[in-house]
T-cell receptor
Framework: AQSVTQLGSHVSVSEGALVLLRCNYS??????LFWYVQYPNQGLQLLLK??????LVKGINGFEAEFKKSETSFHLTKPSAHMSDAAEYFC????????????FGTGTKLQVIP | NAGVTQTPKFQVLKTGQSMTLQCAQD?????MSWYRQDPGMGLRLIHY???????DQGEVPNGYNVSRSTTEDFPLRLLSAAPSQTSVYFC??????????FGSGTQLSVL
């Protein structure tokens, strides 16, 4: 069984402030973890992925995430928020490699205040 | 490359009607899947496939059927639509250990 829990359905930050979006996972096997972003009326795009190569993963648009096995966490951060970061962010887990199914969290909507 | 193509973009059905949501990908991906997105519930997996002739259920399979006769196509069938199936549907495909590529979505309303 696998699942992800995203803490906070809505997060508001000021432009230029730190962005922190939280994700905790559960997996019976070493997980593959992903963060996706969805802009209004669009499909999802990959921000970054963890596949056991390195615990700190850098993605697009200045985002990064750190895999912490002891905390079963994979939180997404960005040092300085831009207005263009306003979107919905989804954490996802694939239990193991290959073609295992991908399970998504409930999403966090990020609001950036000017 | 077209990527993942979903049709139609919008659909309105009456309760009890049937329809098929089409999904096609041109990236030779073995893995294909269908999700529904509802406010506050994220994306929930309906069905997925790991290759032609192989399908399996996700979290919310009831009321939906799938088949995978070719690598490229993975249609989702609603046999008897219900208002609870009003949602936005996304098809996604991916290679081994790789990210998912998403279609642009189908907004379905069941009256």
């Amino acid at each position: 069984a696998q699942s992800v829990t995203q803490l906070g359905s809505h997060v508001s930050v000021s432009e230029g402030a730190l962005v922190l979006l939280r994700c905790n996972y559960s997996s019976s096997v070493p997980p593959y973890l992903f963060w996706y972003v969805q802009y209004p009326n669009q499909g999802l795009q990959l921000l970054l992925k963890y596949t056991s190569a390195a615990t700190l993963v850098k993605g697009i648009n200045g985002f990064e995430a750190e895999f912490k096995k002891s905390e079963t966490s994979f939180h997404l951060t960005k040092p300085s928020a831009h207005m263009s970061d306003a979107a919905e962010y989804f954490c996802a887990v694939r239990g193991g490699g290959g073609y295992q199914k991908v399970t998504f969290g409930t999403g966090t909507k990020l609001q950036v205040i000017p | 490359n077209a990527g993942v193509t979903q049709t139609p973009k919008f659909q309105v059905l009456k309760t009890g009607q049937s329809m098929t949501l089409q999904c096609a990908q041109d990236m030779n991906h073995e893995y294909m899947s269908w999700y529904r997105q509802d406010p506050g519930m994220g994306l929930r997996l309906i069905h997925y496939s790991v290759g032609a002739g192989i399908t399996d259920q996700g979290e919310v399979p009831n009321g939906y059927n799938v088949s995978r006769s070719t690598t490229e196509d993975f249609p989702l069938r609603l046999l008897s639509a219900a208002p609870s199936q009003t949602s936005v549907y996304f098809c996604a495909s991916g290679g081994e250990n790789e990210k998912l590529f998403f279609g642009s979505g189908t907004q379905l309303s069941v009256l």
